[in-house]
């Protein structure tokens, strides 16, 4: 509710400043003018924003797997946490946008340059989160159940992974947001349908209503991933909450 009174007050003060500054639609247009492009039938929202939609869930799915599956490797096989990391980290170094042009040639016109781009931006903080939580466990619970001749699968089912829970469910909340920004980012270098690419063609014709109605949309869209990840994290990790709530 906070949060909300905010957001509220902020658009109030939007609108208010446009009207009475007398700002230049062009320039800055109101909430209200942004709200009224979404009427127009011009922009093909529905079409634009289900393309995007789609993007950002294959972006958020796929990278939630593979960084997953790549931290478990790497906290399973110590060599690989020497091996792989290092390359990890040397790959997340590169502007994801300079090789948007490699995954065109690649993958042709279309979602799935946008769904890597996506992925490759949002799956390295996946990876990192969940590999702490993975090896982040109590030296002395692996102790115990070790002396218990638990198995390596034993210990990893039944401490490792629910340790790693709240650190998987942190990864998931940035790769909600983080999915958002690399499909836009694709749609940014080429693609005929999404926002991304309605923000880029409004913005050779000057229609900053649309831009902004744009910017709208792929909020609320990364609000609802984010939220969706929230309230899956009440059900499978609420003592993660109890914890963030304590601290």
């Known amino acids: 509710m906070p949060a909300t009174l905010v957001i509220v007050a902020l658009l109030v003060l939007w609108q208010l400043a446009v009207d009475l500054l007398h700002v230049k639609e062009y320039i800055l247009p109101s909430p209200w003018s942004a709200l009224k492009a979404l009427d127009r039938p011009t922009y093909r929202w529905p079409a634009n924003f289900l393309t995007t939609l789609y993007a950002v869930l294959g972006a958020f799915v796929l990278s939630a ?4 599956a790549l931290a478990i490797l790497i906290v399973w096989h110590r060599l690989l946490l020497r091996t792989i990391m290092p390359v990890l980290v040397l790959f997340n170094t590169l502007p994801k946008i300079a090789l948007a042009p490699l995954f065109i040639l690649w993958l042709g016109y279309g979602i799935w340059p946008n769904i890597v781009i996506g992925t490759t931006i949002a799956f390295f903080p996946m990876v990192v989160n969940t590999a702490i939580g993975l090896a982040s466990a109590e ?3 692996l102790d115990l159940v070790r002396s218990l001749r638990a198995t390596r699968w034993q210990v990893f089912a039944k401490i490792r992974f629910p340790n790693a829970l709240p650190y998987i ?12 920004t690399g499909a836009i980012v694709g749609e940014f270098v ?9 923000i880029i063609s409004a913005g050779v014709t000057l229609e900053t209503q649309s831009i902004f109605a744009s910017l709208m949309l792929i909020s609320l869209l990364g ?3 984010y939220g969706l990840v929230v309230l899956a994290e009440q059900f499978v990790a609420p003592w993660a909450q109890r914890e963030d709530a304590q601290t």
């Open 139 to 141: 030296p002395e619970i």
């Open 169 to 180: 469910f942190a990864g998931l909340k940035l790769n909600a947001t983080m999915s958002v």
């Open 65 to 68: 797997i593979l960084g997953i």
């Open 223 to 225: 609000l609802a991933l």
């Open 190 to 198: 080429a693609s005929e349908l999404g926002l991304g690419a309605l």
